[in-house]
C-alpha cells in the first residue's frame, strides 16, 4: 500500500511543478491576448486596460499565480478570454471526446500488439515471425502525420469514411444504434492512424519480453513438467514477460494522447488537440495551462495506473 | 527400465549446417531402484543429456540413437505423446530453485499446475494433493508455504518444492541435476537424505548428475563419467573411485582426495 | 569477543598482523522513504587478526556476513562501529582521498569477477588496465609487466591477444587474479572466487594459490561457505554465523578440535571421501 501511496503522493507534488512550470513558461511568452485587440481600431486603450486589470494581467507573477490557484480550488481553473468563460466547462466536453479516443485506440492498439507479438514470439525464426518484424520496422518509420494525411486523402476519395468531426449534423435525429455506427465510422479513421503509429511498437516489446521469458529456466521447467504449450503460454510465460509490458502501458497512455493531440488537429476531431492549439495562437493563457496539466493528470494517471497494475502483478513489489 | 544406445546429440552453430558435437554415441542403462550417477565437468553435455532425455532441447538440436524407456523409443514418440511421459513418467528436479520456479506465481499453484497436467481432478483433490506433496517433502507451515511466492522461502524450502514438483505425479525415473549445487552445505546433505529417502518409498530409478564426486559415493550404486560428450567409463561406484581407469577419472579423483585432504587428517 | 590472542606455534614471536579487525559492528536497515523494513545486524561485534604471509578463511553460510565483513576490510563499505587498521594504520575514519592507496593494497576477487571482465578487451589489456589507469609504470614497461603476472598466473603468452570470453572459466579466474596482483597488493581477499568452478578448476587454482605464496609471500583471505575448500589451504579459519564469528583459531584446532555447534554441522557435511563405506550397498 505504501507504494501506492508514495506514487501518488509524488504525483500531486508533479502537478504542482507542471502548474508553476507552464505558468512560468506562458509569461515568458510575448504578448497576451489583448495585444491583437489593440490592433482593432474601435476598441481604445482604456478599455483594453480596464480588461486587463479585471482578469488581473497587470498583477505581479505570483500574485497571478495565487488568483489562479484560487479560482482552479473553485474549480474554474482560470478564464478564458477568447470564449469569455471559466476554464474547466470548456475543457470537460473535449477531454471527454479525447479520451474516449485515445481510450479506444489504446484498447485496439494493445489487444493487436498483444495478439501479434505474442504470435511473432513463438514463432521466432519461422517465415510468419519475419514477415511481423519486417512490417512492423516498416511501420514504425512511416511518420504518423503522414498516414493520417494519407488516410484522409483514401476517405475525401472514395468517401467511405465521413472526413472530420466526430458526429454527423444530423445526429440529434439519430436512434440510439444510428448513433452507435455514426461515431464508430466517425472514429474510425483517427483511431487508425493512432493504432498503426502505436501499435508495432508495442508489439515489438511484447515480442522482445515475450521472447525473453520463454528462454527463462522456469519456462523450460515448466515444459519439463509435461505442462501442455498453450496453458504454459498464457499461465506460464505471460505473467513473467508482463512486468516490462505494465510499464510500457503506462507510457503508451502519455505518448498516445500526444500524438493524439496531432491527429486530432489534423482530423479535426473536436478534443484537445484542436483547442489546444487555438488557445496557443490566440495566447489564450490559461487555456493552454488547464490543457498542459490535464495532459500531465493523463500522463500521471497513466503511470498510476501501471504502477497498481504491477503491484497487483508482482509479489516481489508488493513486499519491499 | 530406460536403455540409451548410440545418442548423440549436436547443436546448430549459428551457421547453416554446421553442427557441434554435445554427445556422441552414449550408451548406457537405468536400472528400477538404483541411483545411478553421472559425473562430469560444466560442459562436458551432462545437462543436455537430462534435457534429451526429455526431450525439451532448444529447437536446433540434433539427436541420433534411441532411448527406450517403459518399452517405448522416446526419440520417436510424438509431441503429444511425449508430454505425457514428462512430469509424470520421468521427472526432473533442476539446480537452482530461485531460476526453475516462477517467480510470480504462489509455489503451492506451481505444484497443482503439475497434477493438472497429467489428472483432470477437482480443485479440491489437487489442493489435497499439493499439501501432501508438501508435507512429505518435509515442509512445516504447509498452508503458509502453499500461499508464498519463491522469494518469500529458504533456498532449501524452494528446493524442496521443486522436488515436490517433480514427485507429483510419482513418476518412476527422476532426474536430479545438480539438485544441491546452489544450497549452502548443512542444507545440501538433508536435501540429499530427502532424495535418497522418497526415492526408496517411491522405487524409482534416479539419474544423478552433480560434479562432485563425493555425493555420488553416499547416494549413488552406480557411476558414469562424462568428458567431453562421452561417458569415458561407468561401474560400480566404489569400483569406479577405487580404481579409475580413465585417466579424466583419475584427474577427478586425486583433485576429490586433494580437497579432503582435512577428512584424512581429522580422521 | 576481545581480540583473539595470536597462537604462539602458529607465530613465534608475535608480529604486528597485516590486517586487524576490531569491534565491527555493520547493519542494514532497508528503509525507504516510506517503509523501515526490520533491521539485518551483518556484523555484530567481529574481531579478527590476518598475520602476514598466512592463509585466512572465514567460512559461514549464506547470510552469515561474510561477505560483509570482506566488504569492509577492502574497504568497499563502511562499518557502523569498530576500528580496522592496516599494519600500524587506522583505517576506519579515513578521508575518502587517503583510502585510494589503501584499496590497491586490499584487493577483492569476487566470485563473478572472473565474469565482468570487460569482453573487449584482450587478456593482456585486461591485466594492464590498473597500470593504466593508475600510471604508475612507464606505458612501455606495462605490456611487459602484465604478461609477467599472466605468467606467474600460468597463463602462458599466447592468449594475451584473446578476448576473455574465448578464455575458460579456469583462465578467467586467473586472468582476475593477475589483473589484481598488478597492483602489489599486501592482502588478497577471495570472495567465494572458486564456487564457480569445477573440481579439477578448482584444484589447478588452489595450486597455483599455494606456488604464488611460497614465491611471492602472499597474505590470502579466502571466503567461502565450503569448510572441505579450505581444509588444506587455510592456516587459520574464523566461522561465522548471523553477523557474529562463533569460533576462530588455527586451522587445525578447528577441524579437529571443533568447539562450536555451527563449526561441527559444518564439518559434518563436508563430503566424505572413503570409498568402500556405503557406495553399492543397494545394488
Keep these: ?320 | 527400465m530406460c536403455t540409451v544406445r548410440n545418442l548423440s546429440v549436436a547443436f546448430n552453430s549459428g551457421k547453416q549446417s554446421q553442427f557441434r558435437d554435445v554427445l556422441k554415441g552414449v550408451n548406457f542403462d537405468l536400472f528400477p531402484g538404483e541411483v545411478t550417477g553421472l559425473l562430469g565437468e560444466s560442459g562436458s553435455g551432462k545437462s543436455t543429456l537430462a534435457l534429451t532425455m526429455l526431450r525439451t532441447l532448444p529447437a536446433g538440436a540434433r539427436v541420433r540413437g534411441s532411448i527406450t524407456f517403459e518399452g517405448r523409443d522416446l526419440l520417436r514418440l510424438g509431441e503429444r505423446e511425449m508430454r505425457q511421459v514428462r512430469g509424470a513418467r520421468m521427472a526432473i528436479v533442476f539446480q537452482d530453485p530461485g531460476l526453475a520456479l516462477n517467480p510470480v506465481m504462489p509455489v503451492g499453484i506451481q505444484i497443482i499446475e503439475v497434477l493438472r497436467a497429467h489428472h483432470k481432478w477437482k480443485p479440491q483433490r489437487l489442493r489435497d494433493e499439493t499439501k501432501s506433496l508438501l508435507d512429505q517433502v518435509g515442509l512445516d507451515d504447509i498452508s503458509r508455504i502453499f500461499k508464498s511466492y519463491p522469494h518469500e522461502l529458504s533456498g532449501g524450502q524452494a528446493q524442496r518444492v521443486l522436488i515436490a514438483q517433480a514427485l507429483a505425479c510419482r513418476p518412476a525415473m527422476l532426474i536430479a541435476d545438480e539438485p544441491t549445487a546452489s544450497l549452502d552445505s548443512t542444507i545440501q546433505a538433508e536435501i540429499l537424505a530427502l532424495l535418497e529417502k522418497l526415492r526408496r518409498e517411491y522405487n524409482m530409478a534416479m539419474l544423478f548428475i552433480t560434479h562432485n564426486p563425493a555425493l555420488l559415493l553416499t547416494i549413488a550404486q552406480r557411476v558414469m563419467v562424462m568428458h567431453e560428450g562421452e561417458i569415458v567409463e561407468q561401474g560400480a561406484t566404489a569400483a569406479v573411485f577405487s580404481q579409475p581407469g580413465d585417466a579424466f577419472t583419475k584427474s577427478l579423483v586425486s583433485a576429490m582426495e586433494q580437497r579432503v585432504l582435512a577428512a584424512a587428517w581429522s580422521a | 569477543m576481545a581480540a583473539f590472542p595470536v597462537n604462539a606455534d602458529y607465530t613465534e614471536s608475535y608480529r604486528e598482523p597485516l590486517l586487524r579487525v576490531q569491534g565491527l559492528n555493520k547493519r542494514y536497515a532497508r528503509s525507504g522513504f516510506w517503509s523501515k523494513t526490520k533491521p539485518v545486524q551483518a556484523l555484530s561485534d567481529v574481531s579478527l587478526e590476518i598475520q602476514s604471509g598466512s592463509t585466512t578463511a572465514i567460512v559461514g553460510e549464506s547470510g552469515s556476513g561474510k561477505t560483509t565483513l570482506a566488504m569492509c576490510m577492502a574497504q568497499l563499505e563502511t562499518p557502523d562501529s569498530g576500528d580496522i587498521w592496516l599494519k600500524s594504520q587506522r583505517l576506519t575514519g579515513l578521508a575518502a582521498a587517503d583510502l585510494l592507496p589503501i584499496r590497491q593494497k586490499v584487493q577483492l576477487i569476487f566470485q563473478s569477477s572472473a565474469s565482468a571482465l570487460n569482453p573487449r578487451l584482450s587478456a593482456i589489456e585486461i591485466v594492464a588496465e590498473p597500470l593504466d589507469i593508475l600510471g604508475m609504470v612507464r606505458r612501455e614497461r606495462r605490456r611487459e609487466l602484465a604478461l609477467e603476472y599472466m605468467q606467474l598466473t600460468g597463463l602462458t603468452a599466447d592468449l594475451a591477444g584473446h578476448s576473455p570470453l574465448t578464455l575458460s572459466g579456469g583462465q578467467r579466474q586467473r586472468l582476475a587474479i593477475a589483473r589484481a596482483l598488478t597492483l602489489k597488493p599486501e592482502l588478497l581477499i577471495f570472495d567465494e572466487s572458486f564456487s564457480g568452478l569445477d573440481l579439477i578448476l578448482e584444484a589447478q587454482i588452489l595450486e597455483l594459490l599455494r606456488t604464488l605464496k611460497t614465491s611471492c609471500g602472499f597474505t590470502y583471505l579466502v571466503i567461502t561457505h565450503d569448510l572441505s575448500l579450505v581444509a588444506g589451504l587455510a592456516d587459520y579459519v574464523a566461522v561465522m554465523q548471523s553477523g557474529k564469528i562463533v569460533e576462530q583459531g588455527l586451522a587445525s584446532r578447528v577441524f579437529l578440535h571443533a568447539q562450536h555447534p555451527h563449526t561441527l554441522a559444518l564439518l559434518a557435511a563436508m563430503p566424505r571421501w572413503t570409498i568402500g563405506s556405503n557406495a553399492g550397498s543397494g545394488a
Aim: glycine share 8%; net charge positive; with cysteine.
Design chain 1, 1 to 320: 500500500m505504501r507504494f501506492l501511496l508514495a506514487r501518488l503522493t509524488r504525483s500531486v507534488f508533479l502537478l504542482a511543478g507542471v502548474s508553476v512550470l507552464s505558468f512560468l513558461l506562458m509569461q515568458l511568452a510575448p504578448g497576451d491576448f489583448f495585444e491583437e485587440i489593440k490592433l482593432n481600431p474601435q476598441i481604445s486603450p482604456q478599455t483594453i486596460a480596464a480588461l486587463r486589470s479585471q482578469f488581473g494581467l497587470d498583477r505581479p507573477l505570483p500574485v497571478r499565480y495565487g488568483l489562479w490557484l484560487q479560482s482552479a480550488a473553485r474549480g474554474d481553473f482560470g478564464y478564458s478570454f477568447a470564449y469569455n468563460s471559466p476554464v474547466a466547462p470548456l475543457l470537460k466536453t473535449r477531454v471527454r471526446n479525447t479520451a474516449f479516443l485515445a481510450g479506444v485506440a489504446t484498447a485496439i492498439a494493445w489487444v493487436l500488439a498483444l495478439g501479434i507479438g505474442l504470435w511473432s514470439a513463438v514463432r521466432a525464426g519461422h517465415w510468419d515471425d519475419r514477415f511481423c518484424t519486417g512490417a512492423m520496422s516498416i511501420s514504425m518509420a512511416v511518420p504518423d502525420v503522414l498516414v493520417a494525411l494519407a488516410l484522409l486523402l483514401l476517405a475525401t476519395r472514395t468517401g467511405v469514411f465521413p472526413v472530420g468531426g466526430m458526429v454527423s449534423t444530423d445526429f440529434d435525429d439519430f436512434t440510439f444504434l444510428q448513433k452507435a455506427k455514426d461515431i464508430g465510422a466517425h472514429l474510425a479513421l483517427p483511431v487508425f492512424a493512432l493504432v498503426f503509429g502505436l501499435a508495432p511498437t508495442l508489439a515489438r516489446h511484447v515480442r522482445s519480453s515475450v521472447a525473453q521469458a520463454l528462454t527463462a529456466p522456469c519456462v523450460q521447467a515448466a515444459r519439463a513438467h509435461g505442462i501442455a504449450p498453450a496453458r504454459i503460454l498464457f499461465r506460464h510465460v505471460l505473467p513473467v514477460a508482463a512486468n516490462p509490458l505494465i510499464s510500457l502501458f503506462g507510457i503508451s497512455l502519455a505518448t498516445l494522447l500526444s500524438v493524439s493531440l496531432l491527429i486530432e488537429v489534423i482530423m479535426s476531431w473536436p478534443g484537445l488537440g484542436p483547442f489546444f492549439l487555438e488557445a496557443i495562437l490566440a495566447r489564450d493563457v490559461y487555456v493552454v495551462i488547464g490543457t498542459v496539466l490535464l495532459s500531465t493528470v493523463f500522463l500521471v494517471a497513466g503511470n498510476l495506473i501501471a504502477d497498481g497494475l504491477l503491484f497487483a502483478a508482482d509479489p516481489r513489489i508488493r513486499k519491499s
